[in-house]
């Protein structure tokens, strides 16, 4: 069974910095694409940011020059950097592998940004 296990959120003054890592069970080849999604109480799931295929990689507006999302293939592993951190940014975020017509979802880990 295949699981996608996040870590690295926690709490964070404004302008600093944080790296999630999703840990993948299994052979992250495979998967067509990798994503950071997040999430606040009462409100949508959205992309954060997305790696697909061969390295091609897109973002949220609201994140582009401070997010960047990245796989190491040798740990089945998927980081997201995140940098110079805002109060809008704190949410649950989510990993989310797709594997041909299968959607796989991480537990989450809580980003809080507040002084």
């Known amino acids: 069974q295949v699981q996608l296990v996040e870590s690295g959120g926690g709490l964070v003054q404004p302008g600093g910095s944080l790296r999630l890592s999703c840990a993948v069970s299994g052979n992250i080849n495979s998967f067509s694409s990798m994503g950071w999604y997040r999430q606040n109480s009462g409100k949508q799931r959205d992309l954060v940011a997305r790696v697909i295929g061969g390295g091609l990689t897109n973002y949220a507006d609201s994140v582009k020059g401070r997010f960047t999302i990245s796989r190491d293939n040798a740990k089945n592993t998927v980081y997201l950097q995140m940098n110079n951190l805002k109060p809008e940014d704190t949410a649950v975020y989510y990993c989310?592998?797709?594997?041909?017509?299968?959607?796989?979802w991480g537990q989450g880990t809580q980003v809080t940004v507040s002084s």
């Open positions: 989310k592998g797709q594997r041909l017509v299968f959607t796989y």
